[in-house]
């Protein structure tokens, strides 16, 4: 596993869908598909903003809380027909529970937690962007321990506004 923060919340501009980037320390770079619900959740905890009420992921942290446990950490772990997989790391006194959920909604809780995110090395491996789309070129690193520059990180951003995730996997999986 490997500790990604979140770098941005960008929208895609063909599909109006947020995606979430999640970046390693390496510069390895994961986009998931996220709702918007879910986007100005994780917004939220980023611009250090709140609503008068508590929404669901600010609920969900007290009931954690208010039983005496805490998220310890969430880990982005796989991939299945084109759906990400993740689980939250519970901690109560000396007992670890395991429990699946939306990468979502694990990173919106790991955020109000301060819980570290971990994905997955394949995963991070697989999500490698593919070098072109329709002409354009696409970040690819053929040293997976070389980080991306600034330049690179800005064109992949432009790209991926105007990509739908359904265009990013038909061209990901050609590769």
């Not at 027909?81 to 006194?93: C, S, V």
Request: aromatic residues 6%; glycine residues 4%; contains cysteine.
């Amino acid at each position: 596993m490997v500790k990604v923060n979140v770098e941005a919340i960008v929208l895609n501009l063909t599909t109006n869908s947020p995606v979430v980037i999640l970046k390693s320390k390496e510069g390895q770079i994961l986009p998931i598909v996220i709702g918007i619900f879910e986007a100005q959740s994780i917004l939220l905890v980023l611009e250090k903003s709140s609503f008068p009420r508590p929404l669901t992921h600010d609920l969900t942290k007290n009931i954690i809380k208010n039983l005496g446990a805490e998220v310890v950490r969430v880990e982005i772990h796989s991939l299945k027909d084109n759906i990400y997989y993740a689980d939250i790391i519970l901690k109560k006194d000396d007992e670890i529970k395991r429990l699946d959920c939306r990468p979502s909604d694990g990173i919106a809780l790991a955020l109000r937690f301060n819980a570290p995110i971990f994905v997955s090395e394949e995963l991070l491996e697989d999500a490698e962007i593919i070098k072109y789309y329709e002409g354009k070129e696409f970040l690819k690193s053929n040293d997976l321990n070389k980080p991306i520059g600034e330049k690179e990180a800005e064109e992949f951003r432009k790209i991926i506004e105007n990509l739908s995730a359904k265009e990013f996997w038909k061209k990901l999986k050609e590769e």
